[in-house]
């Protein structure tokens, strides 16, 4: 029965100056979503409100769950449209309407009329009041309750008349790109892919880079990854992903460092690599998937150490979160059952027994001197043979 | 070079198998249940799919029940004798390196009210007969023994088995999996007292997604799938033709030169093990000459963990599997070199290299050369 939704957002709408930006970004991200679904559909964007028009047959649950997907959205109604053919007329859809949508009919309710086209022969207050006796009458169980009602009927008088109550709460944050970009360090983990969909949620373009490290980790491994860039690209947009050849850099570290430092040299290097691309490809800061104290390589003590070589701002939205709160948010984004898929990461092959956990910056850099010899020349390598993966 | 040395997960196809399922699909697709033409041509494929295996196995072809593989056959075998004989009795046995088509499904059965007694095996693989005659019950309605372990290669006395429990309760079925046996060894159920037995196609060169049990016809069975009564409603669903057509094809070919194919794939296992042992700390599971497989050899390799090295091969064009193909989906030990006492350093250190009639000895030659030069390397960044 319904035929459109209404899209409703909350931050944007402060934006002052920039509003129509946003706007505009949301739209376009709102048809991309729409697109992937079954069905034509028209968006369009009047008076402060974005309406999706399903123009042909379509599937409502399909199309909601590929609404929820836009950042920017705070709530999606479902809308049903009637004609205006006089007030009898929509007192008898409107009746008709809250018997389908709410079949108990037991629910406390208000209506909330607003006239578009102020020609319309009643006044705001008159078709809430005349409407809500309508209701009444039809439905003895149901109870006006102006305050706090369980239902919000809203009525919206324009070239149609459009119906709604119900709303669909949306992921909120910003419309992509509306923010710049950010370089993900990817790993088959639980929390980057997390960590990306918090800082896209934000309104900011995603790439990405994945260490990888054959033959220790496998062709295995690194689709995993790419299946989690694309379950995080149904959020953010087509993520850009750097494969990078890690092993060579590895090994080098194993031979020449101390083993329980092994973890947090390599961590810089993979940091070194991933801001050089970053500032490449005009990404203005890092994402990492990382939480305070969650493994050695995660202390404050670690993570100053592996944030010095950085000059681009390193953004860890993970940073105070608990594993359980990070694994909700996984299952909610549903990156959380190919994340546990039992394929190594290059983090964890050399892993020594016990890693340090409170390592001292300058010894870290006394023993990183021990790679001079070769370790520009394996960068460089890495860098050049950069494997570029456009998931989306 | 790619070498594929993965035999025992899957096989190539023969090409003239693929050309004759090709066809079969695009000329031939008639359903055998229906009662024009079509129907009938595609008929004469299985029929004579049917009579190709029965010659094969020196059985009545009504014996031979298509299937969608190894995996069902086991299947039907042991939840559909259970089925079938649960009044003369609750107890099976089995042993304890199964594939785990049969493995799971005796734990199935075990939760199903069945008792099931897991025979060990000796360091080389084998059960012990002593341990059979020791089991066997009067309640025990079946025995189930793999004929060829897929991850070691070991070998089991299948015909002296097959005497041992007719002779103690001759009311007992014998089942044996021979999904890796068949295709290397001559297997004739009636002299070996085999009443059920199963093979898939696609580890003889042809198709996946086909296979078959046969069931001696004195066997009391209950069928597990049912619908439109095809295969003397054993086992509904429409058959598989191409399938089956291509199975058949398969094992004809196999069979054509087996004695000269087997010999030559003993000359090539013995090359490898004989090159490979020459590796420090490298050790092989299982016995290596005719008493086993003559296509597979599992090596254990100190120090170096089994996906690492599976990786590096994989770099030089060689594929190998980590312990058994099946089992590299979940990274648990395996359970057969487990129960051959596998020591627990090497558990996750063994790699299995499986040979077939395309093998040849530049391959393993080459092989080996790689091995030679990547298992010093790995070791120098071991773990610690």
Sequence with gaps: MFTAFLIKYAEIGVKGKNRYIFEEALVQ????????????????????????????????????????????????????YVEDEGFERLGGDIVKYVGEVYPDADKTFKVNARRARKNYPLNSMEINSRIGEVILEAYPGMRVDVHSPDIMLNIEIREKIYIYSEVIPGPGGMPAGTGGKAMLLLSGGIDSPVAGYMIAKRGVKI??????????????????????ARLVSRYTGPIYLHVINFTDIQLYIYEKCPHDELTIIMRRYMMRIAEHIAKETECLGLITGES????????MQSLAVTNEVCTLPVYRPLIGMDKLEIVDIAEKINTYETSILPYEDCCTIFVAKHPVTKPNPGVIKRHEKNLEEKIEELVETALENDELIVVR | ????????????????????????????????????????????????????????????????????????????????????????????????????????TMRYLEDQGFHVTYLPVD?????????????????????????????????????????????????TLFHVDAVQGFGKFRIYPKKMNIDLLSVSAHKIHGPKGAGFLYVNEKVKIKPIIYGGGQQNNLRSGTENVPGIAGMAKAAEMVYADLDLDVDRLYGLKQRFVDGVTKIDHVKINGYTGRESAPHVVSVSVRGIRSEVLLHALEDRGIYVSAGSACSARKPQPSATLKAIGVEKDLLESTIRFSFSVFTTEEEIDYTLRALYDIIPMLRKYARH
Excluded at chain 1, 54 to 63: G, M, R
Excluded at chain 1, 207 to 228: C, G, I, M, N, W
Excluded at chain 2, 133 to 141: E, W
Excluded at chain 2, 155 to 165: K, S, T, Y
């Design chain 1, 29 to 80: 991200q709102i048809k991309y979503a729409v697109r992937r679904c079954e069905g034509e559909f028209k968006v369009t964007r009047t008076q402060g409100r974005i309406y999706v028009e399903a123009l042909t047959e379509f599937d409502f649950e399909e199309t909601v769950d590929n609404l929820k997907t836009v950042f920017g959205i705070s709530g999606i109604c479902p809308v049903v």
């Design chain 1, 207 to 228: 790439d990405a880079v994945y260490f990888h490290a054959p033959p220790y980790t496998s062709e295995r491994a690194k689709q995993k990854v790419v299946d989690l």
């Design chain 1, 292 to 299: 305070i104290g969650q493994v050695a390589s995660q202390t």
């Design chain 2, 1 to 104: 070079m790619e070498v594929y040395l993965d035999n025992s997960a899957t096989t190539r196809c023969f090409e003239d198998v693929a050309a004759l399922m090709t066809h079969i699909m695009c000329n031939d697709y008639g359903n055998p249940s229906s009662l024009h033409l079509k129907g009938v041509q595609a008929e004469n494929y299985t029929r004579y799919a049917k009579e190709t295996i029965a010659k094969l196995l020196k059985v009545n072809e009504k014996e031979i029940l298509f299937t969608s593989g190894g995996t069902e056959a086991d299947n039907i075998a042991l939840i559909g004798c259970a089925l079938a004989n649960h009044r003369a009795g609750r107890h099976l046995i089995t042993t304890a390196i199964e594939h785990p088509a049969v493995m799971q």
């Design chain 2, 123 to 171: 360091d080389k693989g084998r059960i012990r007969l002593e341990d059979l005659s020791r089991a066997m019950r009067g309640d025990t309605i079946l025995v189930s023994i793999m004929h060829t372990n897929n991850e070691i290669g070991s070998l089991q006395p299948v015909a002296e088995a097959g005497a041992l429990i007719k002779k103690m309760n001759s009311r």
